[in-house]
């Protein structure tokens, strides 16, 4: 190429480069700009927030949103204010309202709203939180949260884990430490042994398979009344594994299951998973925060046992959904799991600090330990623990209520869930069910209060979850209310 050509190429990319840069400057709005986008959407939080207490925990809009597949992304952008008409109307309002106080089903967390600031300043900043060497700052964050659910579970200084996305992540990161730390391979997976219970979470089968544990034999260890597991029947099972020449290696107990908010004997549990050398797992995914409260620290000993536990943040800590919390009471066998190294990775070898990154699937990390610290900086343990005991409370007082009103009411709550049931005289099983049903479709149409089912054997289930925080006692109220209302209406009879 001839000089002349070459600086003529040059001249077409400088010309190229100006229009490019010209076109793409939107994405890096100046500060009127920003405020002129910021302005409108701040305001549609305070709406929201305003309203909070009037809106529906659940609405059951006819189009669920559907309208909003009636604005396709194009080549053109929209004014701030049409978007945000869009996400309010096809987005915020249809279906369950995760921030309603009304929020009475499955496990809520809330969603408090200095999170909500965290979350703002570390997409603003977009620090990376997955190596030390390029974001020292989130990742000295991420280990500090670490040390400090780690002394609220008691275990020891060599202890670390991992701000993952949730329970189900966390649940597979401790799963797949655990198989490794037990030198478990493929030819082993047949004769390799799990033991949990009926009220396991889900996410414990789901974790397995993708762990490549999926041939391995999985079983149900016995429960009591009260939907606990029995560890003698545990020890049972792992005697009879072995004479079979199996090989017991992981035990996983529930520190609040999601059915009935049953929290395993945990220490007496221990006690078998240290004699029979088994990984120790608890699933504290939904009532690892209350050992805030003395009534958590005395339901919760021999947590400090386990070889792992998982906590979500995004339940018992009131935090957005996002972020769940794994702990492992070795280091070692974590990062023999998910340690790596790439050469383009080179310059940040030998760091003092753990990163997240060796500790975890993830390589990308969002900064989510933000979202966490900054609330427990801004407000300190004090209202988190007012806030837990009180929903220990509610679930009592909702139980009693219901009781007085003819409802059958499960066992006394471990924490804050609470199972019961309308069942009137004289009437079949699954007229029962069937009955019961209704009752959960009209609070559902209701709307003002969100509260769900399970089967316990053949058994359809009302359950109610206390544990959003913007649940009070008028809430429960208003929902034993509406319950009255739904029961007597699907049994032709007037209000009790």
């Known amino acids: 190429m001839s000089d002349h050509d070459a600086a003529a190429e040059l001249a077409q990319l400088r010309a190229r480069l100006t229009v490019l840069e010209r076109a793409g400057r939107p994405l890096d709005p100046g500060t009127t700009r920003r405020r002129a986008l910021r302005n409108p959407v701040t305001a549609a939080a305070e709406r929201f927030l305003r309203r909070i207490d009037t809106l529906k925990a659940f609405d059951d809009t006819e189009d669920k949103g559907a309208r909003l597949l009636e604005s396709p992304i194009g080549e053109e952008g929209l004014p701030i204010h049409d978007v945000l008409e869009i996400i309010e109307r096809d987005v915020v309002r249809p279906g369950l309202n995760p921030a309603s ?16 600031l965290g979350d703002y300043l570390a997409a603003v900043t977009n620090k990376y939180a997955g190596i030390f060497f390029t974001g020292p700052g989130p990742v000295r964050m991420e280990n500090m949260l670490l040390r400090w659910v ?5 275990y020891p200084a060599g202890a670390t884990g991992n701000l993952a996305s949730g329970g189900s992540i966390a649940n597979l990161i401790a799963i797949a430490t655990a198989r490794d730390a ?14 949990l219970t009926s009220q396991a979470h889900h996410s414990v089968a789901k974790a397995l398979r993708i762990a490549g544990l999926g041939e391995a034999v999985v079983r149900a ?20 594994d072995r ?5 017991p290696w992981l035990v996983i107990a529930a520190a609040g299951t999601t059915d009935t908010g049953a929290v395993d004997p945990l220490d007496r549990i221990a006690d078998v998973a240290q004699r029979e050398k088994c990984w120790f797992h608890v699933d504290a995914a939904y009532g690892g925060f209350f050992l805030l409260t003395e009534h958590g620290q005395t339901l919760l000993k021999g947590i400090e046992r386990s070889d792992s536990v998982v906590l979500d943040p995004h339940k018992s800590l ?19 799991t998910h340690h790596y190294f790439g050469n383009y990775m080179q310059d940040a070898a030998n760091e003092s600090e753990l990163s997240p990154a060796d ?23 004090a209202p988190f623990r007012a806030a837990l005991e009180e929903k220990l409370l509610l679930a009592r007082y909702f139980r009693h209520r219901a009781a007085a009103q003819g409802f059958e009411v499960g066992p006394p709550p471990d924490l804050s869930i609470v199972t019961y049931r309308d069942v009137p ?8 069910n069937a009955h019961n049903q209704r009752i959960l479709e009209a609070v559902r149409h209701d709307g003002r209060v969100f509260m769900s089912s399970t089967m316990l054997g053949d058994r359809y289930t009302l359950r109610l979850v206390a544990l959003a925080f913007r649940t009070h006692r008028r809430t429960i109220d208003l929902a034993l209310k509406i319950l009255a209302e739904a029961a007597a209406q699907s049994r032709h009879l007037p209000s009790r």
């Open 150 to 154: 780690a002394d609220l579970v008691g």
């Open 359 to 381: 500790v975890s699937p993830e390589l990308t990390k969002h900064f989510r330990a933000l979202r966490m610290w900054l609330p427990l900086k801004l407000l300190g343990l």
């Open 101 to 116: 106080g009304g929020h009475l089903a499955y496990v809520p967390g809330g969603g408090i709203y200095h999170s909500a």
């Open 318 to 336: 009131f935090l957005p959904y996002g972020i769940g919390l794994v702990l492992v009471r070795d280091a070692r066998p974590i990062l023999a």
């Open 182 to 195: 037990h030198g478990l391979h493929g030819a082993d997976f047949h004769r390799a042994v799990v033991y």
């Open 243 to 247: 004479a079979l020449g199996l090989r």
């Open 425 to 432: 005289i004289g009437v079949s099983a699954e007229a029962v």
């Open 221 to 240: 260890v016995a429960i009591d009344d009260r939907f606990r597991m029995r560890p003698d029947a545990l020890a049972t099972c792992i005697a009879a």
